[in-house]
């Protein structure tokens, strides 16, 4: 019941923009003067054929996805190395970067999808192509079937066992700036919105978060309402060319730099996600910059309100944050370790004290290695007790800590077919973070297949498996196997 309010949710919020730009004055070109049409430069098309109304626009642009393309695009101007991997059929072309839309000198390479195409002939479709505004979003309805009947956790984010369910509904509005060029300052910004069961682990406290902590739900394996609304992404760009080889000062909120994985389902490898990632912060709220100082070398500093909270809550404390990114000459290696948060502060809310590197190698064009290993700990959290191991409950406060180790394995079969491999080890020493204080390990196997540019499906299979206590189903079994399967439907 839950799925399908949640899936007639999404079908209206899709249909949103449809009805209001019905009603609006920003109407169909096919009406106005011939010096409003659209550039001549434009392909004719059915989705781009004015003659026609928004919906079938709309239906005609997923057709032409469906059909291989005839013609190949020029290659974009870039002042960065080349692309290391093909994208697709892997989720980014580009070597590990968080805390800009892409390595500086690396240009925007989002595709135009056809909610965009469809506003091309309308005024405000054709305002937003002239100031370099995009919009676009997915769909990710999500299926598994497993070997635990209450709850996969800590797989994430398929957290309910064996049902359909209704992953992420995304809308993305952005601009993204220009950095190939050195000649003048430019902007971007970015405002992402998600619906869906994902929201249980973006949340942000302070960000509509009481759906989440002030709803309580014991016969749900995660507490907080089934599907809930998070504003995930909300930062504005500033570019500064003239800085060392180029500098973005952001502000606002970010997804947590320097994660293999990443919340929005297309930007991933794999489905689920690791342990590592389901247990380590999602998003910093404040003020941080990337420089780059060369080709090679990257440098990030900034300070915002510690992990998954924002700056306007009394959770909030003040942390640093660091990176620095190396990529080799050849490009067939990068490192990228970083300080993800650091202050003095007892733990708080997320507050945790996080150091991570991540590894990649490239054997080739087709295959690829990306290896990640963190530590992390909280300063005096009640109950936990002295020392690094949990051995009886304890009312005193202490430090509690976990760490682990994944690696992936990205092997392009063709262009519209990748397959991953994941591995991982995680040691959560007093069971803070996932509940159980044990050592866990999970392996994973899944395919990306894009049938089009605008649908990507994605079956997978993950086991999984808890040394020193039962740690799935809600501590009913020490082991778990699950198969999975998603759509990824952009629009």
């Given at each position: 019941?839950?799925?399908?309010?949640?899936?007639?949710?999404?079908?209206?919020?899709?249909?949103?923009?449809?009805?209001?730009?019905?009603?609006?004055?920003?109407?169909?070109?096919?009406?106005?003067?011939?010096?409003?049409?659209?550039?001549?430069?434009?392909?004719?098309?059915?989705?781009?054929?004015?003659?026609?109304?928004?919906?079938?626009?709309?239906?005609?642009?997923?057709?032409?996805?469906?059909?291989?393309?005839?013609?190949?695009?020029?290659?974009?101007?870039?002042?960065?190395?080349?692309?290391?991997?093909?994208?697709?059929?892997?989720?980014?072309?580009?070597?590990?970067?968080?805390?800009?839309?892409?390595?500086?000198?690396?240009?925007?390479?989002?595709?135009?999808?056809?909610?965009?195409?469809?506003?091309?002939?309308?005024?405000?479709?054709?305002?937003?192509?002239?100031?370099?505004?995009?919009?676009?979003?997915?769909?990710?309805?999500?299926?598994?079937?497993?070997?635990?009947?209450?709850?996969?956790?800590?797989?994430?984010?398929?957290?309910?066992?064996?049902?359909?369910?209704?992953?992420?509904?995304?809308?993305?509005?952005?601009?993204?700036?220009?950095?190939?060029?050195?000649?003048?300052?430019?902007?971007?910004?970015?405002?992402?919105?998600?619906?869906?069961?994902?929201?249980?682990?973006?949340?942000?406290?302070?960000?509509?978060?009481?759906?989440?902590?002030?709803?309580?739900?014991?016969?749900?394996?995660?507490?907080?309402?089934?599907?809930?609304?998070?504003?995930?992404?909300?930062?504005?760009?500033?570019?500064?060319?003239?800085?060392?080889?180029?500098?973005?000062?952001?502000?606002?909120?970010?997804?947590?730099?320097?994660?293999?994985?990443?919340q929005f389902s297309p930007q991933n490898y794999l489905m689920t996600h690791s342990i590592l990632y389901t247990a380590d912060p999602y998003t910093q709220t404040g003020v941080m910059t990337t420089t780059r100082l060369s080709q090679q070398w990257t440098f990030q500093i900034g300070i915002n309100a510690s992990n998954d909270t924002a700056p306007w809550n009394r959770s909030a404390r003040p942390s640093l944050q660091t990176c620095v990114r190396w990529v080799s000459a050849d490009n067939n290696d990068m490192l990228y370790p970083c300080i993800n948060n650091w202050n003095k502060s007892d733990y708080n809310y997320n507050n945790v004290q996080m150091y991570v590197a991540t590894?990649?190698?490239?054997?080739?064009?087709?295959?690829?290695?990306?290896?990640?290993?963190?530590?992390?700990?909280?300063?005096?959290?009640?109950?936990?007790?002295?020392?690094?191991?949990?051995?009886?409950?304890?009312?005193?406060?202490?430090?509690?800590?976990?760490?682990?180790?994944?690696?992936?394995?990205?092997?392009?079969?063709?262009?519209?077919?990748?397959?991953?491999?994941?591995?991982?080890?995680?040691?959560?020493?007093?069971?803070?973070?996932?509940?159980?204080?044990?050592?866990?390990?999970?392996?994973?196997?899944?395919?990306?297949?894009?049938?089009?540019?605008?649908?990507?499906?994605?079956?997978?299979?993950?086991?999984?498996?808890?040394?020193?206590?039962?740690?799935?189903?809600?501590?009913?079994?020490?082991?778990?196997?699950?198969?999975?399967?998603?759509?990824?439907?952009?629009?």
């Amino acid at each position: 019941m839950y799925y399908k309010k949640a899936l007639a949710a999404a079908i209206l919020l899709t249909a949103a923009p449809v009805f209001s730009q019905a009603m609006a004055q920003s109407t169909d070109v096919s009406n106005m003067p011939a010096s409003s049409s659209l550039p001549a430069s434009r392909v004719a098309t059915a989705s781009s054929d004015c003659s026609r109304g928004f919906f079938s626009r709309f239906a005609a642009a997923y057709r032409e996805d469906a059909q291989p393309s005839n013609t190949s695009s020029p290659a974009l101007a870039r002042r960065a190395m080349d692309a290391p991997f093909d994208s697709p059929p892997f989720p980014n072309g580009e070597w590990q970067m968080g805390g800009v839309p892409a390595p500086i000198g690396v240009p925007d390479t989002n595709s135009t999808y056809p909610l965009e195409k469809a506003l091309g002939c309308t005024r405000l479709g054709q305002w937003m192509q002239r100031n370099r505004i995009e919009i676009f979003g997915w769909l990710t309805p999500a299926a598994n079937a497993s070997t635990s009947n209450f709850s996969n956790y800590p797989l994430s984010y398929n957290t309910r066992p064996n049902r359909v369910e209704l992953d992420q509904f995304v809308t993305n509005i952005m601009r993204v700036e220009d950095t190939v060029q050195t000649d003048h300052i430019d902007w971007g910004f970015d405002i992402s919105n998600l619906y869906g069961y994902d929201y249980h682990y973006t949340v942000s406290k302070g960000v509509f978060s009481n759906q989440l902590l002030n709803n309580p739900a014991p016969n749900q394996p995660l507490n907080g309402k089934i599907y809930g609304d998070d504003p995930m992404l909300f930062y504005f760009d500033l570019y500064i060319p003239w800085v060392a080889q180029g500098m973005v000062v952001r502000a606002g909120r970010w997804l947590s730099l320097p994660d293999i994985e990443a919340q929005f389902s297309p930007q991933n490898y794999l489905m689920t996600h690791s342990i590592l990632y389901t247990a380590d912060p999602y998003t910093q709220t404040g003020v941080m910059t990337t420089t780059r100082l060369s080709q090679q070398w990257t440098f990030q500093i900034g300070i915002n309100a510690s992990n998954d909270t924002a700056p306007w809550n009394r959770s909030a404390r003040p942390s640093l944050q660091t990176c620095v990114r190396w990529v080799s000459a050849d490009n067939n290696d990068m490192l990228y370790p970083c300080i993800n948060n650091w202050n003095k502060s007892d733990y708080n809310y997320n507050n945790v004290q996080m150091y991570v590197a991540t590894w990649g190698h490239r054997f080739s064009q087709h295959f690829h290695m990306l290896t990640e290993a963190y530590r992390m700990y909280g300063r005096n959290i009640p109950g936990f007790g002295p020392g690094w191991t949990r051995e009886a409950a304890s009312s005193l406060p202490g430090t509690a800590g976990e760490f682990g180790i994944v690696n992936y394995l990205n092997f392009e079969l063709d262009p519209t077919n990748m397959l991953s491999v994941r591995n991982e080890f995680y040691n959560d020493e007093k069971g803070q973070r996932t509940g159980y204080a044990t050592r866990y390990s999970s392996h994973t196997i899944g395919l990306t297949h894009w049938v089009s540019q605008d649908l990507e499906l994605q079956p997978e299979l993950r086991y999984e498996h808890a040394y020193d206590t039962n740690a799935y189903n809600a501590g009913r079994k020490s082991y778990q196997a699950v198969f999975l399967v998603d759509a990824i439907i952009h629009y």
